[in-house]
């Protein structure tokens, strides 16, 4: 079965910077389309980041959008998500997923996810 785990989650204060990593193994295809999730205590959980190819088309939520970058690097079987400008309400746990259609990641149901990484910022 598909297997991702997140990894790089702290605790930081408002205007510092976090890396996530996902590493990812044992799919059944060999290409497919990452991305990034995230749920607060309360909230739905929502769309952060996507991407195809490591130099690829990117989306982006317009809650991250300019702080957020994420990239892939499929020799390491990796996606990233560098996140600066950390602000109190980017507190969530953070998944990453991957699909093999663009419109189900988008539509916020990939086929794959991880367990999670929590990510806090205080003010």
């Known amino acids: 079965q598909a297997r991702l785990v997140e990894s790089g989650g702290s605790s930081v204060q408002a205007g510092g910077s976090l890396r996530l990593s996902c590493v990812y193994s044992?799919?059944?295809?060999?290409?497919?389309?990452v991305g990034w999730f995230r749920q607060a205590p309360g909230k739905e959980r929502e769309g952060v980041a996507a991407?195809?190819?490591?130099?690829?088309?990117?989306n982006y939520s317009e809650a991250v959008k300019g702080r957020f970058t994420i990239s892939r690097d499929n020799a390491k079987n990796t996606v990233y998500l560098q996140m600066n400008n950390l602000r109190p309400e980017d507190t969530a746990m953070y998944y990453c997923a991957a699909d093999r259609s663009w419109a189900t990641m988008l539509a916020g149901r990939p086929n794959a996810w991880g367990q999670g990484t929590q990510v806090t910022v205080s003010s």
């Open positions: 044992e799919f059944t295809y060999i290409t497919f389309f």
């Open positions: 991407i195809d190819t490591p130099s690829g088309p990117r």
